[in-house]
């Protein structure tokens, strides 16, 4: 309590040293702004008057050359329009002139003023005696006041003078009374003798103190501000003055701006009567809550063990166990249910016991693949109670009690739960079998389709049957596809789906993709648009199945969405790094849109933007999870937005789903090979590697045909320095180097050491692998190999990678190559149970122009063949 009294004490005495800082801290800072301000009004006030002084000598001048003023007396003419010109000037200058006198040396004087009512008086008369002629410009004293004169010359002689009298004084109180604040600030003026010549202030006796420095400043020429005292009817006060030096018609003075300090102390003691109010609020309220919080400290002392006692009451009545253990494993506290769940005895025979021998911990479940990752199956434990299994969960929990390691073991019977995991496991599997069994009826009659559809393709069609028949197919193709995704949905959320990592054609899958939707555009009558930017590859390697089924997804969607407008599909290049390729592709249409609210949901399994949709379009909601979850699995994301940005009207704003996949460019690699001389198989020469044991003489047999030079060695480590030392032979330079791939053989190392000793771009290299597996085609691109052939492989495909690399080669046409060999008398016999099948297997063999016999199963083929 005592720490609380003087924790509340030092607070207050810091809020009010606080304040006291805050007082003096604002005076100081007013103090220096008022200085600075002060100042600036001397400033200004004094490039006004230097300002007015300048003009008033150019504009008195420029009066002789309005007109011939040596003719003033000779010419009514030009004396009216002088003295108009005089009475301008006088006017413009009306708080400085007094009078104005014209006159020559003929005795003639022309003299204006203004009388009291400010009206002008003009006169001309003649002297008697001749005033005296003043050759230059010249000011002159008389009777306090300056006359300043202005030379009249013809022709190189002074013939006249103008005289104008100057009362600077009032002149100069007329711009200090712009600034003038009756008794709180006001102006003067100090010759440079120190006297005071002119001071505005209007509150009675005025005495200034440290006069001298000022006067002393102003005649150094220096500028500035200070504090100091001042005797007001002889009362000291303080004030701030700030002092500038000018130069008025030749002598030096100081302008002088003085503020009382009392006025700051004003502002300050109003702004302090409401901090100290505040201060007092504040203090106030401290005290307050400090004898709230004595009175509520005892409250809650009072509340603290009325708690401690019904936190008791709600452990012992708690439906679940609880177990306080010791570092030790010995028992703490144990509540009623806990006793009940276990058939324990009383709780004070089992305080200070282990009783954790009793139970069997860990449990082998049934099933327990199926558990999941939320629990650990080490949190479970069983016993027999009455016959049956009782499954306990067990969840611990550490903490300090009075400095000593607690153990808090909460126990909750989940046998109802442990039971419903099982029958769920059994229904999950009953579930899968279900789908595979579905799998295969629905995939039958639809490879049915496909097959019938590419048979009748291979028939002598017109170019719109032959159009439909493709249509057919691939819509076929495409509902197994999304067939296949759709009962490999839980694959997907399994995380057990694989992709394909093969080459392919980026823009002829997209129009594979959507050249089946072209129906339904021309029936909805819109516009479709592809754009593919310059920039993105078209041979790329990854997954086109998979983009196929992302593209249609979304492109039926839109189709679907969209009453009037377009369609446009949009792709380009985001990001390419040593071969990686990051592509984006737009889907956007000027359909219905999206609402805000929705665009989160959109990417829920089953779920559309709302059941108004799903009524009026159809659907099940799950193309863009499939979508999301594929493109994710490409190592991309989607996303959605709403409006488009492509549609002008305002009741369907259109919606774009935007996607981006990470694919490996599959562009033919730039090699500097020398083929402009090969006009001829015979003239390639080839380097086959082998494993040692190994011998491709399908291989063999098809360059041997063609009559190409092959060489075939076995890998050492001396191979890749007898490959550099055939580089040099120009004669006998191998052209292409073929590398076998087998389980037994890592023909990718081998690629390998060739990339790392800078060789693969001086060859053509070819991999013939039998160990085919995911991402070998990327890593022939990393490093550096041409081609990847897989076996089995066909001549064609040797044929045409020779055809591709030495176009100037010509194929001699007396000789026939053995680019692909199928006997016409072959005796087929295919084994197949479903009628739909063996239809389809009868029509394309058919076209291919083999005749088959058909086995209704496995025992009939055998039975066939032993005929």
């Not at 002092?243 to 100081?254: A, C, M, S, V």
């Not at 509340?303 to 010791?326: D, V």
């Amino acid at each position: 309590m005592r720490k609380i009294y003087f924790l509340i004490s030092a607070v207050i005495v810091i809020i009010l040293s606080l304040n006291v800082y805050y007082y003096f801290d604002i005076y100081d800072q007013q103090v220096d702004f008022q200085k600075s301000f002060l100042l600036k009004q001397t400033q200004l006030c004094e490039e006004e008057i230097e300002k007015v002084g300048s003009q008033f000598v150019s504009d008195l001048n420029r009066i002789l050359f309005l007109d011939d003023i040596t003719q003033f007396f000779d010419n009514e003419e030009i004396m009216q329009r002088g003295a108009k010109n005089l009475e301008i000037f006088y006017s413009k200058y009306d708080n400085l002139i007094k009078n104005i006198l014209l006159y020559d040396n003929k005795k003639n004087v022309f003299n204006l003023y203004k009388d009291n009512n400010n009206n002008f008086i003009s006169d001309t008369y003649t002297t008697h005696n001749q005033r005296e002629l003043v050759p230059r410009e010249k000011i002159s004293i008389e009777k306090n006041k300056y006359v300043f004169f202005l030379p009249i010359i013809n022709n190189n002689f002074v013939t006249g003078n103008i005289a104008a009298t100057i009362d600077y004084i009032h002149y100069i109180n007329s711009v200090f009374e712009k600034s003038h604040l009756e008794n709180t600030q006001w102006q003067w003026l100090v010759n440079d003798k120190g006297e005071i010549i002119l001071n505005n202030f209007s509150g009675g006796e005025l005495q200034i103190n440290q006069l001298l420095r000022i006067t002393d400043d102003l005649n150094e020429g220096f500028q500035g501000a200070l504090t100091h005292s001042v005797l007001i009817n002889n009362k000291d006060e303080k004030v701030i003055s700030a002092y500038y030096p000018i130069r008025i018609l030749d002598r030096e003075f100081g302008i002088v701006f003085t503020l009382k300090t009392e006025t700051i102390l004003d502002t300050i003691i109003k702004n302090a009567t409401i901090i100290v109010f505040l201060t007092l609020i504040l203090v106030s309220s401290i005290i307050f809550i400090f004898l709230f919080f004595i009175r509520r400290q005892n409250i809650e002392a009072e509340k603290l063990q009325e708690s401690e006692l019904a936190l008791a009451q709600i452990l012992e009545s708690l439906p679940i166990g609880i177990m306080m253990l010791g570092k030790d494993r010995k028992i703490r506290k144990i509540n009623n249910t806990a006793i009940e769940m276990f058939s324990l005895e009383k709780e004070g025979d089992l305080v200070g016991k282990d009783i954790s021998d009793r139970f069997s911990f860990g449990k082998n479940f049934l099933y327990k693949e199926y558990f999941g990752l939320t629990f650990d199956i080490s949190q479970f434990f069983s016993y027999e109670k009455n016959g049956k299994e009782i499954v306990i969960y067990k969840k611990e929990i550490l903490f300090k009690l009075e400095g000593e390691d607690i153990t808090l073991e909460a126990f909750v019977d989940v046998t109802p739960l442990e039971k419903a995991r099982k029958q769920e496991v059994v229904a999950n599997q009953a579930k899968s079998e279900f789908l595979a069994k579905m799998s295969h009826e629905i995939r039958t009659p639809l490879n049915g389709i496909i097959g019938i559809a590419d048979a009748f393709s291979r028939q002598k069609l017109t170019k719109k049957q032959q159009e439909s028949a493709q249509i057919i197919k691939q819509s076929a193709d495409l509902l197994l596809s999304i067939i296949n995704d759709i009962l490999d949905f839980s694959k997907i959320e399994a995380g057990k789906m694989m992709l394909e990592e093969i080459p392919f054609s980026l823009s002829k899958e997209l129009d594979y993709a959507l050249n089946i939707f072209k129906p339904d555009l021309w029936k909805k009558n819109l516009d479709f648009i592809l754009s593919i930017e310059p920039n993105v590859p078209d041979k790329i390697i990854g997954d086109p199945f998979r983009l196929r089924q992302v593209l249609s997804n979304l492109t039926g969607n839109a189709i679907k969405f969209t009453e009037k407008g377009k369609i446009m599909v949009t792709v380009k290049l985001v990001e390419e790094y040593c071969g990686n390729l990051t592509v984006q592709i737009d889907v956007e249409d000027t359909g219905i849109g999206i609402p805000g609210k929705q665009l989160k949901e959109i990417f829920i399994s089953f779920k559309q933007a709302d059941d108004s949709t799903t009524r009026k379009y159809g659907g099940t909601g799950l193309g863009t999870t499939i979508s999301k979850q594929l493109v994710e699995l490409m190592g991309g994301e989607i996303w959605v937005e709403s409006p488009s940005g492509i549609s002008d009207d305002p009741e369907t704003p259109g919606t774009r789903f935007s996607f981006i996949i990470k694919v490996f460019s599959n562009e033919k690699i730039k090699k500097i090979i020398r083929d402009e001389k090969i006009t001829k198989y015979h003239q390639i020469k080839t380097l086959i590697i082998n494993e040692k044991t190994g011998k491709d003489n399908h291989l063999l047999e098809i360059l041997q045909d063609f009559g190409i030079s092959s060489y075939v060695t076995n890998f050492q480590e001396k191979t890749i320095d007898l490959i550099k030392s055939n580089i040099t032979n120009r004669t006998e330079s191998y052209n292409v180097i073929i590398i076998s791939d087998t389980p037994s053989f890592n023909g990718f190392e081998v690629a390998r050491q060739l990339h790392q000793h800078k060789l693969s771009d001086k060859f053509l290299i070819i991999i013939v692998s039998s160990n085919n597996q995911k991402g070998n085609f990327v890593k022939c691109k990393k490093l550096g190999v041409d081609y990847y052939l897989i076996q089995p492989y066909q001549s064609s495909e040797i044929f045409d990678i020779f055809q591709t690399n030495f176009p100037n080669i010509k194929l001699d046409e007396d000789k026939t190559y053995k680019v692909a060999i199928i006997k016409k008398d072959l005796k087929i016999l295919v084994a197949e149970d479903n009628l739909i099948n063996q239809q389809v297997a009868k029509a394309i063999f058919k076209n291919l122009g083999f005749e088959i016999d058909m086995a209704e199963n496995g025992n009939d083929a055998i039975a066939k063949i032993n005929d």
